[in-house]
């Protein structure tokens, strides 16, 4: 049954009339809370209570080591284990929120890298986010960042609850959201990174594609793409959607091409101003390249980690064992995943939102340990997992998401942040 969107709503029942406070609207809006806050509760509620297990056990574990208390705040150290949160790509978001962009090509010679590193690597929505909300509320940028970090985890488990449900069933849906709380590289949800933030963004993207609401999949699109450059498959994916729509004739033609014109710009927009400022076009991906050794190289880096790791050699780059055999785990796990997803029959454009970020992780030269939190927006990988648990008991479920919890605050917790580099 098709979605009917705004626009549907006032073209059949003509111009809308000025909103004028009433008991009836007033009961609609109570009647309307009602109803989302049941539809989404039980989502929200299993998602927190995951999170906050794994985050207590996360923060335990980081004081019984107190290693965390020798190491500069900037790289995994602070007085406090929950300074932990704001260190690596955290400190970078919080230079941005403080001081804005300076996008510049410093050359460096005689080292690994061959220029400075410099913050235009960091896509500005969250550090905007992270600014406005400090000046909002008073907090500081820690808390400002960790403010939007948490909520947008929440709308990013409704996100993905909304997928999932649409697509299979509601109980299926809350899990889906539970699982997404206690996957490898989930401790990056509550933290002063914009992983949250970006999932939020591509689940409710691709909802509004299943909804057919292309204004707003293209509009969210936009914005996500702002706020990373992972947004390159939800490009991909929302155009592909466009592309069948068009070929359907379903949808007429403005919403699709509009979806698709709109959808690319935020990401693109951003890399041509940090080219620009730079006086290099190719800048963005000069600084991504030689400041953080971070491009597409066709596998070779994955394919050096998988040999290393193999072998229990630790002469690749970005080398930590303990980080890394987690990632070469949940990669070897990736096949039966895709399989399992593809039995499923999603619609093409989640396949290929799925695959396009599978690609981009495992494609490029990274922090390979990281995997596991690159891999946190491929949220249609939870749907096969979520329905296998669907099968068990309350208890069994129980029990089964609750270990996964309090193991998450190590795997996905202590492992990301202390032994590798988040």
């Known amino acids: 049954m098709d979605v009917m969107t705004g626009t549907d709503v006032e073209e059949r029942s003509g111009p809308a009339r000025p909103a004028v ?8 809006l109570r009647a309307r809370g009602r109803r989302t806050a049941r539809t989404y509760g ?49 400190w970078w978001y919080q230079q941005v929120a403080q001081n804005g962009y300076q996008p ?33 509320t008073g907090l500081g940028l820690y808390g400002a960042g960790m403010l939007v970090s948490v909520l947008a985890s929440f709308a990013a488990a409704a996100g993905i609850y909304a997928v999932t449900a649409r697509l299979t069933d509601r109980r299926t849906g809350v899990i889906a959201a539970a699982v997404w709380g206690v996957f490898p590289g989930s401790g990056a949800e509550w933290a002063v990174y914009s992983d949250s933030l970006f999932v939020a963004l591509a689940a409710w993207a691709c909802y509004f594609v299943l909804t057919r609401n292309w204004l707003a999949a293209g509009v969210t699109t936009f914005v996500a793409g702002l706020n990373r450059p992972t947004a390159a498959a939800l490009v991909a994916a929302v155009g592909i959607a466009a592309l069948l729509a068009l070929y359907r004739r379903r949808d007429g033609v403005l919403g699709p091409l509009a979806a698709g014109a709109i959808a690319p710009v935020g990401m693109f927009g951003y890399i041509a101003w940090v080219g620009w ?74 396949l290929v939102y799925t695959v396009v970020t599978i690609v981009l992780v495992l494609g490029s030269q990274q ?21 296998a648990l669907r099968r068990l008991s309350r208890t069994s479920l129980a029990v089964v998401l609750g270990t996964a919890a309090v193991a998450s605050g190590w795997y996905a917790g202590y492992v990301l942040f202390e032994l590798g580099i988040p």
């Open 104 to 136: 510049r090509l410093v050359p460096l010679v005689g080292q690994v890298w061959s220029y400075d590193q410099n913050s235009a690597a960091f896509f500005p929505l969250y550090p905007g986010l992270m600014r406005i909300v400090a000046n909002c």
């Open 367 to 387: 922090i390979f340990g990281n995997t596991s939190r690159y891999l946190l927006p491929a949220f249609p990988l939870f749907v096969p997992v979520a329905v």
């Open 277 to 350: 400022q730079m006086g290099d076009l190719g800048g963005y991906f000069k600084l991504q390249r030689g400041a953080w050794l971070h491009f597409f190289d066709s596998g070779a880096h994955t394919r050096d980690v998988f040999e290393g790791v193999l072998f229990g050699h630790n002469n690749y780059l970005f080398a930590y064992p303990t980080e890394d055999l987690i990632a070469v785990l949940l990669v070897l796990t990736l096949p039966v995943l895709l399989t399992l997803l593809v039995r499923q029959r999603p619609p093409a454009f989640l």
């Open 42 to 90: 039980p989502a929200l509620a299993l998602y927190g209570a995951v999170k906050l297990i794994g985050f207590a056990v996360f923060m335990q574990l980081l004081e019984w080591s107190g290693e965390y208390l020798g190491k500069n705040p900037r790289f995994g150290g602070g007085t406090h284990p929950w300074d932990v949160l704001g260190g690596w790509d955290g």
């Open 21 to 28: 406070p009433s008991p009836g609207r007033t009961e609609s």
